[in-house]
């Protein structure tokens, strides 16, 4: 492999004369070019450490491209491995002009001073602390055997602190490539190789393999600027993504290095991406950011709107269905406004005394549900949840603001650049609706004693975690946990 000095520099080459054999005088001839970094080799420690700058050479079995003319030949590296000096060895007609390019591409084609057919691969393979030699192009020119190479693309630096299965960098304008077939244009004057796609080539580039927390990676990229912004997403080992999205351009320059930084999940600048979770389409969830609940650090991803008997209410503002505590349906058959049509004949009494599920004793202290016992687990599915005593705690005196919104009559929670609003929906005690419009209960999942439990609790002029009555109708609001310790 090449230098990490080749990642900003590659270079120049002398010849082996005496290693030349001719063969004919009008046929190819074996040959001999030695390849050295661009540049002095000290011209790349501003961008990147000294260590790192010694741990990429050239490798056993490299080749390059050599065009005499317009045939491309391979020529293999044949002294040099381990170091930024190497000679390749190979057959080519003595034409007194060369064209080279790195990696050797079988595609390749010379044509006046460019090659085309070239391709910056779109998949590129993850190396630890290092590049995906394949996308690391190269282009030199000269009249002898001493080639010049000259880097055609600069490296974009990441270093995830968890362990992915691939990082994608994005283009956010369709129209803006990063990689794909592609022309390596040299401009004759200032001996600078550059890189122009042909259409409908890859707007993103995804580093894959085997990505390991707190190390650090580099993705070959074209020089060009991304004007609409871009994203990068990490893809963990649960399929979970998380992206950040940079909203203002991004210029990428030949011969150097952007660092993006590191990347943390619980870093709220990533957002996870949200898919269908049980009945819970992507664009019924919301991602509230990091909160630490019990000494582990969860991703908060609360539904949009409030339970029903049968799923989500339609929108956030509606107020859903209203449930006993431990109860996995109402009581009643339904509702319109503050009226209701009618009670299942087992609950006549509607919320009243007595009502509430019966739990062994394990419910008459402070526990949290049993998952078989929680309402939205059982209508929603999968990973959904009520939030525990202990959830409400952390995302009340933790979400960066909070507050009553007398327009649309509830309390609008934000955190990670998101917002969370849960409406006055008010509860139902015996057969009555209380404090609609004007306030809410919502139930957590955790016991307080034989008789109460855990809630979350707002008005214009409140809001905070106390007890309420089991048989009350209090409102739901699922949410599931992503852990990101």
């Known amino acids: 492999m090449m230098a990490f000095a080749a990642i900003v520099s590659f270079a120049s080459c002398s010849s082996e004369d005496n290693n030349t054999t001719i063969e004919n005088e009008s046929a190819t001839k074996v040959m001999t070019f030695t390849a050295t970094q661009e540049g002095d080799e000290q011209s790349t420690r501003a961008a990147i450490s000294s260590t790192e700058s010694k741990v990429i050479n050239w490798q056993e079995g490299d080749q390059i491209s050599i065009f005499d003319g317009k045939k491309n030949n391979p020529f293999t590296l044949k002294n040099g491995k381990g170091t930024p000096n190497a000679t390749f060895t190979g057959e080519a007609l003595e034409s007194g002009s060369y064209t080279a390019v790195y990696p050797y591409q079988s595609t390749a084609s010379l044509s006046g001073t460019n090659v085309t057919n070239v391709t910056l691969p779109a998949t590129q393979t993850a190396t630890a602390n290092s590049f995906d030699k394949k996308a690391a192009l190269m282009m030199a020119k000269s009249d002898n055997t001493t080639l010049d190479f000259k880097n055609a693309v600069g490296y974009v630096k990441v270093t995830p602190k968890f362990a992915c299965s691939k990082i994608v960098l994005q283009a956010a304008n369709p129209t803006e490539y990063l990689a794909g077939k592609c022309t390596l244009l040299y401009d004759t004057n200032s001996n600078i190789p550059s890189i122009t796609f042909t259409p409908e080539q ?50 990428f320059k030949r011969n150097t290095i952007i660092n993006l930084g590191e990347f943390s999940r619980t870093d709220n600048n990533l957002k996870l991406t949200l898919t269908q979770n049980g009945k819970v389409s992507a664009d019924k969830q919301v991602d509230m950011g990091v909160f630490n609940i019990g000494g582990t650090n969860y991703r908060l991803i609360f539904a949009k709107s409030n339970l029903t008997k049968d799923g989500l209410a339609a929108s956030e503002s509606d107020y859903g269905d209203y449930f006993a505590w431990g109860a996995t349906e109402p009581w009643y058959t339904s509702y319109s406004g503050e009226n209701f049509q009618g009670w299942k004949p087992e609950h006549s009494s509607g919320y009243a005394s007595g009502t509430a599920p019966a739990f062994s004793p394990e419910y008459t202290s402070e526990k949290d549900f049993e998952m078989s016992d929680d309402p939205a687990r059982k209508i929603l599915g999968c990973d959904w949840q009520i939030p525990t005593k202990a959830i409400w705690y952390a995302f009340v005196n933790n979400s960066s603001s909070k507050s ?9 929670f934000t955190n990670n ?69």
């Open 202 to 251: 890859s707007t993103s580039i995804t580093l894959s393999g085997n990505i390991t927390a707190n190390t650090v990676y580099y993705i070959a990229v074209p020089a060009v600027t991304l004007s609409a912004g871009w994203s990068i997403s990490f893809t963990d080992y649960t399929g979970d993504v998380y992206t950040r999205t940079g909203s203002k351009s991004i210029t």
């Open 404 to 412: 009553w919104d007398s327009d649309r009559k509830g309390y609008t």
């Open 417 to 485: 650049s998101q917002t969370l609003f849960l409406p006055a929906a008010g509860y139902v005690r015996a057969k009555y609706f209380n404090e609609r419009g004007s306030g809410a209960r919502y139930w957590s999942g955790t016991a307080y004693s034989i008789y109460n439990a855990y809630r979350l609790s707002f008005s214009s002029k409140k809001l905070k975690v106390g007890d309420i009555d089991r048989p009350y109708g209090c409102s739901v609001r699922p949410v599931r946990l992503v852990a990101v310790d």
